[in-house]
């Protein structure tokens, strides 16, 4: 079992960047897909990228399309973190960015995942 918790989120201003950090609790992090989904006022959450565990060190990396190129997921097992690297920013990325820890290979689903964290805001002005 894991915990994700959140941290990172703030203003920012468009074409600027931020990093997302989500750590989370167990001894088995290593062995879960984590996710990263994001949820705009009024509008259903979203997937934004996961990185899904394929055996022994090996990860793949998934992004919504929207996203690929300007967002990268990265992990560091040692410290039970994944990260969410947000360069070129616009306001349209605003909103609830949550972390989710699963071990469904289906990444993009919000059904895949077991564990969510609480969520941390990111605000992009124009």
């Known amino acids: 079992q894991v915990q994700p918790v959140e941290s990172g989120g703030g203003l920012v201003q468009a074409g600027g960047s931020l990093r997302l950090s989500c750590v989370a609790s167990?001894?088995?992090?290593?062995?879960?897909?984590m996710g990263w989904f994001r949820q705009a006022p009024g509008k259903e959450r979203e997937f934004v990228a996961a990185l899904r565990w394929s055996g022994g060190s090996t990860y793949y990396a998934d992004y919504a399309d929207s996203m690929r190129g300007r967002f990268t997921i990265s992990r560091d097992n040692a410290k039970n973190t994944v990260y969410l690297h947000m360069n070129n920013l616009k306001p349209e990325d605003t909103g609830v960015y949550s972390c989710?820890?699963?071990?469904?290979?289906?990444?993009?689903?919000?059904?895949?995942?077991?564990?969510w964290g609480q969520g941390t805001q990111v605000t992009v002005s124009s």
């Open positions: 989710a820890a699963g071990e469904s290979s289906q990444t993009s689903y919000t059904w895949a995942y077991d564990y």
């Open positions: 167990g001894r088995t992090f290593r062995q879960y897909t």
